[in-house]
């Protein structure tokens, strides 16, 4: 738990957030600010601040975020009546990154393009 991380603080229930799925290793909430009609965010409740600071210890992490998004499709499929979506991570500040919590994007359906 970081004291200044928005995500550790959602996980650990001190700001409120709308979650669709939880599991031991993982939250998946709605974003805030939608840049498509679903849009969710795939968060280790572990803070890893990005990509370039993943250890291989948190390879378990990574394949269980693959999973959540398959997981993920069949619900937008029954939403939107395709299960195609957009994975994507923004890693580092250069490329987007504005909370320096690993989480990947969910996108499906009507995805702003300059997103
Ligand atoms: P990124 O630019 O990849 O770091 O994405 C951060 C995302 O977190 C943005 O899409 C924000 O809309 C979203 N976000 C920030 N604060 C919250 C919050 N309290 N609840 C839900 N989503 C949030």
Redesign the pocket.
Known sequence: MHQDC?FCK?IARE?P?TIIEETDQLIV?Q???PKAKIHY?IIPKKHIIDIQSFEKADCCIGSKMFFMAQALSQKIAEQLGSGDFRFQI?SGIKA????FHL?A?ILAGSIQSEF
Do not use: E, K, P
């Open positions: 928005v959602i700001i957030a909430i974003d805030l600010n965010l923004n987007g990154q504005r909370v989480h994007h």
